[in-house]
T-cell receptor, first 115, second 114 residues
Framework: AQTVTQSQPEMSVQEAETVTLSCTYD???????LFWYKQPPSRQMILVIR??????QNATENRFSVNFQKAAKSFSLKISDSQLGDTAMYFC????????????FGTGTLLAVQP | DTEVTQTPKHLVMGMTNKKSLKCEQH?????MYWYKQKAKKPPELMFV???????INESVPSRFSPECPNSSLLNLHLHALQPEDSALYLC?????????????FGPGTRLTVT
């Protein structure tokens, strides 16, 4: 069975600084998909970034980038130039895709951006 | 357009009431999902519909009854709920085609059972 682990329950960062959120996962699959979702206090789940396991290049979306280490089964999220609006719970998620596209979520990291 | 809509935003119901949650997407996605989320916890999958057919039921109590009237709509019928069923109920959809498995979530319905 696949599992996703986020070992940092809470983190804090100063506005304009950089922060990295950790995520590790366990799977025997060779092809799969990884995501970071953001859930601000409004509780809308927002897709931040996605990574296909067969792509070696790390995904980037504006200030958000990932460090995907397939052999180490690690998928960290880097937020550059942190903004107050980045304050949210961040969930790492895994799916094999296919006919039963079940998302396996980590327990989340609560990020607070301080002014 | 990556919008999933959910109604109502808030719902308060008694344990003897019958109510329904509604979810809608117009992205042509083939799969739709219901999740239950408690505060500060990740979402828990309840049901998956693929091509309008129920493909996954995660052993959800029968007081929750899903329905997929067409490819754009997903309902969750509620009956005889318990106070512990109070939670945020999230709907999501995905294209479920090769390489496109990300799920897009609606804003959720905050349900309180009294």
């Amino acid at each position: 069975a696949q599992t996703v682990t986020q070992s940092q329950p809470e983190m804090s960062v100063q506005e304009a600084e950089t922060v990295t959120l950790s995520c590790t996962y366990d799977t025997s699959e060779n092809n799969y998909y990884l995501f970071w979702y953001k859930q601000p206090p409004s509780r809308q789940m927002i897709l931040v970034i996605r990574q296909e396991a067969y792509k070696q290049q790390n995904a980037t979306e504006n200030r958000f980038s990932v460090n995907f280490q397939k052999a180490a089964k690690s998928f960290s999220l880097k937020i550059s130039d942190s903004q107050l609006g980045d304050t949210a719970m961040y969930f790492c998620a895994f799916t094999r895709g296919g006919a039963t596209n079940k998302l396996i979520f980590g327990t989340g990291t609560l990020l607070a951006v301080q002014p | 357009d990556t919008e999933v809509t959910q109604t109502p935003k808030h719902l308060v119901m008694g344990m003897t009431n019958k109510k329904s949650l509604k979810c809608e997407q117009h992205m042509g996605h083939r799969a739709m999902y219901w999740y239950k989320q408690k505060a500060k916890k990740p979402p828990e999958l309840m049901f998956v519909y693929s091509y309008e057919k129920l493909s996954i039921n995660e052993s959800v109590p029968s007081r929750f009854s899903p329905e997929c009237p067409n490819s754009s709509l997903l309902n969750l019928h509620l009956h005889a709920l318990q106070p512990e069923d109070s939670a945020l109920y999230l709907c999501a959809s995905s294209q479920e085609a090769a390489g496109n498995y990300e799920q897009y979530f609606g804003p959720g319905t905050r349900l309180t059972v009294t």
